[in-house]
């Protein structure tokens, strides 16, 4: 396909999730009011939560998305770390190496024109409440640091190939026309060089995309498709039909992050929100039954006799109704409230708690809490309550990592790779030569797993001390050395604390050698000592046989 037909698909894209936008828009309403603006465009000065009655489901979705960062990004620690996929490359000094990688990608990320921080915030949000946002990672304009954005899921679309990976994205856009002159100044249309003379901050409709390279033919203005990149960058100015750019990438450039996926549509959902959905809705219906019940409790509605009242009913505090003096007190009151029946608020209001119990458990914040040791828990009961942690985390933290952290972080390492942020790669130590970097993430999850090796290792420690009182040939089972290794890193010991594995086998080298000359000048002393008390005793043998007569 050329840019035109690229257009067209993504306008029958935009076009078919149409009934979408409505599901998302409602899903806005009731978890994420910022974000309810897919079916309407909203002005400043727009009351977000406007017609709700309850922040309940707000505060739910908004727990569980700075959860998310807090817990999976600590911004205290460092929250990734690089490793080897073939654990076989993985030598002490490859260790040292990607620590000091994972350092310098950690501070390109988190500098402050980076805009890494606002970014990923946004998509927490997006991802608790809707399963999935779109992120671009780029260089920014100056090709002075990295750049990272968040957009609307309203602008964005998306298709897969035969292998269910995202083959395009398709992303609405409406720079300003100095933005396009600034941006594109050599492929930039006359009218809209024009236009950003005369009114700079005019909107210009355009379409960026990025497709597989199989996907692009090329056009007449940038040439045929070319470069051996596995995907193209294109951006098209709807407005005055000029494409302003096509090169090949080696990136991704957008990443899509997707919580629970469903076969056959290329859309994600959030697990959270289907689930917390029907209690939010019953939830603000309940509210306001139960304010409108609790008002006419606290403000009863109040019957009046005809013609017995003179002035309008005065019920607030000091004020003055006035009866007709000749009204006769004896055919009842003239002013009364009339009589209403609270019983049902108890009702109401337990079951509004108990709504209210279901969207945090829908939200999973009663299983975000990693369960605390106590004096009188064995070791057993805390693996076993770790192990239940793990089960019960999984579902949030899994999808995460592999979608969200480890897309962010693959993408990151490359485009910091390609621009010689971490050196020349012929500077690599030679068991990373070649090999594909993969990233382990810190969480409450792997804090959890990784403790575990710690616990085996004094576990098998343990077990060893019995085994070897009965029977010292146990001793040889095991291997010490990678084990301890596991242990260590599993407590994210450093490897610059560690010597390599080649000076651990020279040291011991030198220690044997150092224990068999020690064990030989033993022998040699003990020999001499040997000989000269065999001298001696023959000395006195002699002059015992000499003194006989």
Not at 132 to 146: D, G, P
Not at 302 to 318: F, K, L, N
Request: glycine share 6%; charged share 25%; proline share 5%.
């Amino acid at each position: 396909m050329n840019v035109k037909q690229l257009a067209e698909l993504a306008h029958e894209c935009f076009n078919k999730r149409g009934s979408l936008l409505l599901f998302w828009q409602e899903i806005a309403e009731n978890f994420y009011p910022e974000r309810a603006d897919f079916t309407w465009t909203r002005t400043l000065g727009t009351d977000f939560a406007a017609g709700t009655m309850t922040s309940f489901p707000f505060l739910a979705r908004r727990d569980l998305g700075d959860q998310l960062g807090t817990m999976l990004r600590p911004v205290a620690r460092p929250w990734f770390h690089m490793e080897p996929k073939d654990p076989a490359r993985q030598d002490n000094d490859a260790r040292q190496w990607l620590e000091w990688a994972g350092v310098v990608q950690r501070r390109a990320m988190y500098d402050r024109v980076t805009q890494f921080s606002r970014a990923v915030k946004e998509g927490d949000h997006d991802f608790a409440a809707f399963g999935q946002f779109v992120m671009s990672i780029e260089m920014n304009y100056r090709k002075t640091a990295l750049l990272y954005r968040t957009y609307h899921l309203r602008d964005c679309t998306w298709i897969e190939n035969e292998e269910g990976e995202i083959c395009a994205v398709f992303r609405k856009w409406k720079p300003h026309a100095r933005e396009v002159v600034r941006l594109y100044p050599a492929t930039a249309h006359q009218t809209c060089k024009d236009l950003a003379l005369r009114k700079p901050y005019e909107e210009v409709d355009c379409l960026h995309m990025v497709v597989e390279a199989e996907m692009y033919t090329g056009d007449s203005v940038n040439g045929p498709r070319r470069g051996r990149q596995p995907r193209y960058l294109i951006c098209y100015d709807k407005t005055h039909d000029k494409v302003l750019e096509a090169v090949p990438i080696w990136g991704r450039h957008y990443i899509v992050p997707r919580w629970q996926t469903v076969s056959g549509s290329q859309f994600a959902y959030s697990p959270a929100t289907v689930a917390a959905l029907p209690d939010a809705r019953l939830i603000q219906a309940m509210t306001l039954t139960l304010l409108e019940a609790g008002e006419k409790i606290t403000n009863p509605p109040m019957v009046a006799t005809q013609e017995a009242v003179r002035s309008d009913i005065m019920i607030g505090p000091g004020e003055v109704t006035w009866v007709d003096i000749e009204y006769d007190e004896r055919l009842g009151d003239a002013l009364r409230p009339l009589n209403t029946d609270s019983k049902g608020m108890p009702l109401g209001i337990d079951m509004q708690r108990d709504s209210r119990v279901m969207i945090a458990q829908a939200f999973y914040l009663n299983k975000l809490t990693l369960p605390q040791r106590t004096q009188e828990m064995t070791a057993y009961e805390v693996g076993q309550r770790i192990q239940q942690y793990i089960r019960d985390a999984l579902p949030i933290f899994e999808p995460m990592e592999q979608e969200y952290n480890g897309a962010m972080c693959e993408e990151t390492f490359e485009l910091l790779m390609r621009h010689g942020a971490f050196g020349s790669p012929y500077d690599l130590p030679r068991a990373l030569q070649g090999a594909e970097i993969d990233f382990r993430f810190e969480s409450p999850l792997h804090d959890a797993i990784d403790q575990q090796k710690g616990q085996k290792f004094l576990e098998m420690k343990g077990l060893l001390a019995e085994a070897v009182a009965m029977d010292p040939a146990t001793a040889y089972i095991p291997d010490v050395k990678t084990a301890l290794r596991d242990a260590l890193a599993g407590i994210q010991v450093p490897a610059r604390w560690q010597r390599g594995e080649a000076e651990v086998a020279e040291l011991e080298r030198r220690a044997i050698e150092e224990k068999n000359a020690q064990r030989l000048l033993e022998d040699m002393k003990l020999g001499s000592e040997t000989a000269a008390n065999l001298a001696g005793a023959n000395v006195d043998t002699a002059a015992a046989a000499a003194a006989t007569p």
